[in-house]
């Protein structure tokens, strides 16, 4: 499908899913009004009878989570039936498309889990319930938050209210073989490696020629694993305010430039297309790998005997990664407030981060589940995993996130193919260029 084409849909989709929130009533609760988002909150009757409807999303596994928290949520509410509609994103263009199709069709969902990705662009269409006076008269959940890192709430307040409450987040680390280390006389990176001691390690682990080649890294095929190369080289993909793309800038450029080069010029990365670069690592065909968490509960569980450790992403020019949070809110216009709100309380809790901190499949947000043994002793090196929220930086996704993600996919796919970096990007940023405000 053509670009223009594929522009022309989004738009309306879009136009169609706005009219909606304008004409949308706020309603009342099942058994009675509502006076959760702004009087005296009083949570409904236990015997209550309504139905719930989650857009949730998570890694294969994630979903078991979420079940036990609607049990304990069930316990108390025995005649409310949760629909969890739980699937997983292959890119976050995609799934809040999707979203906004079920809001424009009349079947929106009362809970919406949603990460970083699509915060800004959820508030642009006024699509969350403030929070703020429901968390203002709960002391479990004023308690929840107290326990969570300042940068993971940061994102889902706007001005004085609060719109979303964390559930869990990941950040990009580096993981490396050990064996394939040693054997290559290399030592551990230090936590503040620089990206010229990166690319000779990775020369260094590359071995062998045609089908036996083994190199020293995989590159991954998402957005969010290339964004920590910006954001160490001081380069992003859009600007601090959001208003614009910056694809096209000299050091995005410049870092895309440096990817291209581990598989055209040194050669210590296999081309990403047709690849998967977690699979390599596993099989020991690369020695190094940049991934989320999620990573290291699929090596735990799934290959024990592959020794490996991890390490902060190297530096270009400050020490930073990239991080996602994802976060439950409550659709607007829900005729349910209150229900859903005992809801996100359950999806959210301190229940539910101690799960993630046995899964391991994304980090827990509170402090409490991050330094339980149970997650610091899934692995040596598990304090990586949360200790990133100090120096990283939330993904810029602007409102015109829909368009700038596959744009900077495209690009990327090009460039890592032999295209010419600045050429791809500014077309690219043109590309991007054209909805800004259109959405």
């Keep these: 499908m053509g670009i223009k084409k594929t522009a022309i849909l989004r738009m309306a989709a879009l136009a169609a899913a706005s009219s909606l929130f304008l004409a949308g009533c706020a309603g009342g609760d099942a058994g009675g009004t509502s006076e959760g988002p702004t009087g005296d909150y009083k949570a409904p009757e236990s015997n209550v009878q ?13 979903e078991a989570v979420y079940d036990a928290a609607i049990k304990r949520f069930n316990k108390k509410y025995p005649n409310v039936k949760v629909t969890n509609n739980f ?19 009349g079947d929106a969902p009362d809970i919406i889990n949603i990460a970083t990705e699509g915060v800004e662009f959820g508030l642009s269409k006024d699509l969350f319930l403030p929070l703020t006076n429901y968390v203002k008269q709960d002391e479990s ?30 950040a ?6 050990e064996d394939m280390f040693a054997k290559a006389g290399i030592k551990r990176p230090s936590d503040d490696w620089t990206w010229d001691e990166f690319l000779a390690a990775s020369k260094k682990l590359t071995s062998g020629q045609g089908g036996e080649k083994k190199y020293g890294f995989g590159l991954q095929n998402y957005t969010f694993a290339y964004i920590p190369w910006l954001y160490s080289n001081g380069a992003s993909l859009a600007s601090d305010d959001l208003s614009k793309p910056t694809l096209n800038s000299p050091k995005t450029i410049e870092s895309m430039k440096f990817l291209q080069s581990l598989v055209k010029e040194h050669g210590v990365a296999p081309e990403p297309a047709g690849t998967e670069a977690n699979d390599l690592f596993t099989a020991g065909k690369v020695a190094m790998v940049a991934a989320p968490a999620n990573l290291s509960s699929t090596l735990i569980k799934g290959s024990p005997d592959l020794k490996f450790g991890i390490v902060p992403m190297p530096k270009k ?23 859903a ?11 539910v981060q101690k799960s993630w901190a046995t899964l391991g499949t994304s980090n827990p947000t509170t402090h409490t589940a991050a330094t339980s043994k149970v997650f610091l002793g899934r692995h040596r090196d598990a304090k ?4 990133t929220i100090k120096y990283a930086k939330p993904v810029a996704a602007p409102t015109f996130f829909t368009s700038l993600e596959p744009a900077f996919q495209r690009a990327i796919a090009s460039i890592l193919a032999g295209g010419d970096a600045a050429a791809e990007l500014e077309k690219a940023n043109s590309e991007v260029e054209a909805t800004v405000g259109n959405g």
Excluded: C, H
């Design 172 to 177: 990009m680390v580096m993981y490396y073989n």
């Design 317 to 339: 020019s400050e020490k930073a990664t990239v991080f996602g949070a994802a976060g439950f809110s409550i659709y607007k216009n829900t005729k349910n407030r209150d229900l």
């Design 87 to 105: 699937t997983q994103v292959v890119n976050w263009s995609d799934y809040i498309n999707k979203i906004l199709t079920s809001v424009a069709s």
């Design 384 to 387: 990586y995993l949360y200790d």
């Design 141 to 170: 959940v004023k308690a929840l938050m107290a326990d969570i890192d300042p940068n993971l709430l940061k994102g889902f307040t706007k001005g004085e209210d609060t719109y979303l409450v964390p559930n869990n987040w990941n």
């Design 341 to 351: 709100w005992e809801l996100l309380k359950e999806l959210a809790s301190q229940d």
């Design 50 to 62: 309504a139905n719930l409807t989650i857009s949730n999303w998570g890694n294969p596994g994630d």
